[in-house]
């Protein structure tokens, strides 16, 4: 089991600046890539990025730009840095872990909420 514990949810105004980090804990040998995705009330979970344990990036169309995810692997955390911030940004962030880039693992956190005001 992976326990994944998120942290730097808050209220921001637009243009503003975030960062999200996720601890993990447990049985994280496994886990090849660590990722952040988000969602809104009536809406699917989507991917913001993910990363592998060899710092291969992937991220999503509407973020490429602003968000640069990272990690520390003598850590076992993975950050979000959110720059630019929008209002259409405002969602719920969960942190994930897996071994499929691309595509979600079976591990998440409990979420953080990022709003962005106008």
């Known amino acids: 089991q992976v326990q994944l514990v998120e942290s730097g949810g808050g209220l921001v105004q637009a243009g503003g600046s975030l960062r999200l980090s996720c601890a993990a804990s447990?049985?994280?040998?496994?886990?090849?890539?660590m990722g952040w995705y988000r969602q809104t009330p009536g809406k699917q979970r989507e991917l913001v990025a993910d990363?592998?344990?060899?710092?291969?990036?992937n991220y999503a169309g509407s973020v490429k730009g602003r968000f640069t995810i990272s990690r520390d692997n003598a850590k076992n955390t993975v950050y979000l840095q959110m720059n630019s911030l929008k209002p259409e940004d405002t969602a719920v962030y969960y942190c994930?872990?897996?071994?499929?880039?691309?595509?979600?693992?079976?591990?998440w956190g409990q979420g953080t909420q990022v709003t962005v005001s106008s």
């Open positions: 994930n872990a897996g071994w499929a880039f691309g595509s979600s693992g079976p591990y």
């Open positions: 990363i592998t344990r060899g710092d291969r990036t």
């Open positions: 447990g049985s994280i040998f496994s886990i090849n890539v």
